[in-house]
């Protein structure tokens, strides 16, 4: 069972199903001293029992300075506008999925499948590059642009005193012609978080893995489940 607060080292669950709202993806906070850093903002009905999950381990929420989207759909950037005005954060997403995010069509955010509005934001961070590293508090964030999912959809590693935490997001997919999914592209993304062999994989939705072998073995059995495709 996924519950609040420490998975790993710096890193902290502080959303999710059964943590802040049934809609939310799940969402991790990373502490990197001056810095907090939270990866994905759930899809806004639960954004603040997040809030509320942060202070429950101790933090206050004007410490978080960053918030990374994984990409533009609105479980996962849903709770942006509430957490920018209210900590200043700044929003950091890749280029390719700054669309969604800053104009919101109702198809890029699949804000219509949830039958939720979205609130868009700028986003002050755009990566453009395939890899990018960025320094955040003491801690360096690797981000990886992982299309296929949606075009923009990347991933996050940092490498902590006891290992490779991957902030994979949503590995499993799906892919739909609306969001511009490539299931190409993203058998090529999937390969680039095998050859990373990561110790921790942090996931969009359901799993927490805490084991190097049992990283790359979900992974791998998200290749072959899409073989077919
Ligand atoms: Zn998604
Ligand atoms: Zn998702």
Same mark, same amino acid.
């Given at each position: ?12 669950? &502080?959303? !999710?199903?059964? +943590? ?8 991790? $906070?990373? %502490?990197?001293?001056? /810095?907090? #850093? ?59 999925? &700054?669309? !969604?995010?800053? +104009? ?8 219509? $499948?949830? %039958?939720?509005?979205? /609130?868009? #934001? ?76 990561? %110790? ?30």
């Amino acid at each position: 069972m996924i519950e609040v607060g420490p998975i790993w080292d710096r890193v902290f669950m &502080v959303g !999710g199903p059964g +943590l802040s709202h049934p809609t939310d993806c799940c969402v991790y $906070l990373v %502490d990197a001293g001056e /810095d907090l #850093v939270m990866i994905d903002s759930g899809a806004g009905p639960g954004v603040g029992q997040i809030v509320k999950n942060v202070v429950t381990i101790g933090y206050s929420i004007h410490q978080i300075k960053e918030i990374v989207a994984t990409h533009c759909h609105i479980d996962h950037i849903g709770g942006l506008a509430f957490l920018k005005g209210l900590c200043g954060c700044m929003v950091i997403a890749h280029d390719r999925d &700054v669309e !969604g995010i800053e +104009l919101g069509d109702a198809r890029l955010t699949a804000a219509n $499948l949830y %039958d939720l509005d979205y /609130d868009p #934001v700028k986003v002050d961070i755009v990566l453009k590059e395939e890899m990018e590293t960025h320094s955040f508090g003491d801690l360096e964030f690797h981000f990886i642009h992982t299309p296929g999912h949606t075009p923009g959809s990347i991933a996050v590693y940092l490498d902590l005193d006891c290992g490779r935490v991957l902030f994979g997001q949503d590995v499993h997919g799906p892919f739909c012609d609306e969001w511009g999914s490539d299931i190409n592209q993203w058998r090529r993304s999937m390969e680039k978080l095998l050859d990373l062999e990561a %110790d921790v994989l942090c996931e969009g939705h359901a799993a927490i893995i805490k084991d190097r072998a049992e990283v790359r073995r979900h992974i791998e059995s998200q290749l072959r489940r899409y073989q077919n495709l």
